[in-house]
């Protein structure tokens, strides 16, 4: 990449996250809070039973949207954090559980593009893969996500983010299956100019 399209990338990769930073935190912090001030004060009224019951519904639907979209601690604690609360949301709306399970990798790359990396791709394995656990490691500059699926094909190559994820961070992908066990294994790129590598047994 070069160096002026790199600045470039990194000038709308900053504004954008700065973007949905506020969006999350104006969801979960601002917003909610304003409505969780109405709803102490319809507790204190009578008769605002049933609405104090729909302010709660949006309060916590609007946190969650927060923590899908960027947790707050994304930022004030780092990826691990961020995964787990997002892994959470995950099980909340799609019912598919997603476990960190090994937690030693050590990433060169910023922790904003990790984290978007991670989640893009437990989204797009839940929607393609018809999988209900999804269990991740985070080994030395490599995440490996593992996962049942009934599909004998699941194709990403059309999935255009994977490519630019994989160009901006320098990593590969290497798709694994073996007996409806899955693995997609994000490593350093070592001179390889194929995006993607596949070894379905």
């Known amino acids: 990449m ?10 709308l990769i900053h504004m954008y996250e700065k973007m949905l930073h506020d969006l999350s ?20 009224e009578s008769g605002g039973a049933k609405f104090a019951l729909l302010l709660t519904h949006i309060i916590d639907d609007m946190r969650s949207k927060s923590n899908e979209t960027t947790p707050l601690s994304l930022a004030q604690r780092g990826v691990i954090p961020a995964v787990k609360q997002f892994s959470k949301e995950i099980e909340n709306r799609f019912g598919v ?36 656990a999804i269990d991740i490691h985070l080994e030395e500059e490599s995440a490996t996500f593992q996962f049942l699926s009934p599909h004998e ?14 160009k901006r961070t320098g990593m590969e992908l290497k798709i694994e299956q073996r007996s409806g066990l899955w693995f997609w294994i994000y490593f350093k790129k070592r001179g390889n100019d194929d995006d993607f590598h596949c070894d379905c047994r």
């Open 2 to 11: 070069k160096e002026t399209t790199k600045l470039q990338a990194d000038e």
């Open 153 to 166: 094909q699941v194709n990403v190559d059309e999935e255009g983010f994977l490519r630019l994820i994989q």
């Open 25 to 44: 935190y104006d969801l979960h912090e601002r917003y909610s809070h304003l409505l969780t001030g109405l709803l102490h004060q319809m507790d204190q």
């Open 97 to 132: 559980t997603v476990r960190l399970l090994t937690e030693n990798g050590s990433f060169s790359i910023d922790q904003r593009i990790l984290f978007r990396l991670i989640q893009q791709t437990i989204l797009l394995i839940i929607e393609h893969a018809d999988t209900d």
